[in-house]
């Protein structure tokens, strides 16, 4: 069985073994799903710029195309070396049609990595990767108090700070289960507190406490609802304000993440209620709504991609904090046009 264990996960990362073409990488935690795909990509390409070594398809153009994965992963890089093909799964449609024959004989010199939610074990592709000799699945389970621990003990030397014991109580409070949101919250946390030598909780007030605040939630309400207008006009309110972008990144991050898991419930046949119940147990009655409506709206494949889209914003906002507003800002716009298409 191509499984590797919870705890090896990361060692894996590190050093693969290449004669796993085929990696499965699946969970609730769609953060952490993101990163190790991104960290395994990273490996295998190491210092490879070939902007062609990378393709990215979803699952639902394999669904409609089968032989391209195939094609694809038997291409032979035009500068050498290997080719990394991610697969993001989005809606219902298996992609065995695409899979078998890789599995069957794998590519020499490429890579494919699945990125899906979270799978049952009898479900076909997970099955089919398990057993394989050629492929592997890595689970991602939600992140328990001492994995974030860790990630708040990385954060927090990179930037040469200290925490106090309180703070740090108060900070794993406020944290949600999913990884990439998790830490970038930590690394919000960082950069506010930079100017001081140690975290403490008046810190974890200022910045962590605020993410959930009535004000960002009526700004991804408008995001996700396709209301532009009023979007930009709190945009600029709240931004002009003072307020962090990525605090607003963040906070919808975990947003799109709630109507993903909600969506993939739906498309399971789960009834509305239920899926709301399981996928936002803590959602104010107030607010439910509004998040009925843009179940309505969204699909799991796009809810999917927004939530790629503001990763990558909160990656891009951390590497130039100058152009943060902008980044987020415009992001959410994408986004709400986006649900203004499908609202139509």
């Known amino acids: 069985m191509a499984q590797i264990k919870a705890n090896m996960i990361d060692a894996y990362l590190v050093k693969p073994n290449l004669s796993h073409k085929v990696i499965l990488i699946y969970g609730q935690d769609t953060g952490l799903v993101t990163e190790r795909a991104d960290r395994l990509a990273q490996t295998y390409l190491k210092n490879n710029s070939d902007p062609f070594a990378v393709v990215r398809l979803d699952s639902a153009d394999l669904a409609n195309d089968p032989l391209r994965l195939a094609d694809e992963a038997n291409t032979i890089s035009m500068f050498g070396g290997c080719r990394v093909i991610t697969i993001q799964m989005s809606g219902n449609k298996s992609i065995m049609p695409a899979l078998e024959p890789v599995l069957n004989t794998p590519p020499k010199d490429a890579f494919i990595i699945i990125k899906a939610g979270d799978l049952k074990k009898s479900v076909p592709m997970r099955k089919a990767i398990e057993n394989a000799f050629s492929a592997v699945a890595l689970p991602c389970y939600m992140d328990a108090r001492e994995s974030l621990n860790g990630i708040i003990d990385e954060e927090i030397a990179l930037a040469g700070l200290s925490i106090t014991k309180n703070a740090r109580t108060m900070l794993l409070d406020n944290l949600g289960a999913d990884r990439m949101a998790s830490r970038a919250e930590v690394q919000k946390l960082c950069l506010y507190a930079m100017d001081d030598s140690e975290i403490t909780e008046q810190h974890i007030e200022d910045i962590v406490g605020d993410a959930s605040n009535q004000q960002i939630d009526m700004i991804i309400d408008s995001a996700a609802l396709g209301n532009t207008g009023e979007l930009d006009?709190?945009?600029?309110?709240?931004?002009?304000?003072?307020?962090?972008?990525?605090?607003?990144?963040?906070?919808?991050?975990?947003?799109?993440?709630?109507?993903?898991?909600?969506?993939?419930?739906?498309?399971?046949?789960?009834?509305?209620?239920?899926a709301l119940d399981k996928a936002a147990p803590m959602l104010h009655f107030k607010r439910k709504p509004l998040i009925q409506s843009q179940l309505r709206i969204w699909s799991s494949r796009n809810a999917s991609r927004a939530c790629e889209l503001l990763s990558q914003s909160l990656a891009n906002s951390r590497k130039n904090y100058t152009l943060s507003q902008t980044v987020i800002s415009d992001t959410l716009m994408m986004i709400a046009a986006t649900a203004q298409r499908s609202a139509r």
């Open 233 to 274: 006009r709190r945009l600029e309110q709240i931004l002009g304000s003072g307020q962090n972008p990525s605090v607003i990144g963040s906070a919808a991050l975990r947003h799109f993440q709630m109507l993903e898991r909600c969506l993939h419930l739906l498309d399971k046949g789960t009834p509305p209620q239920t």
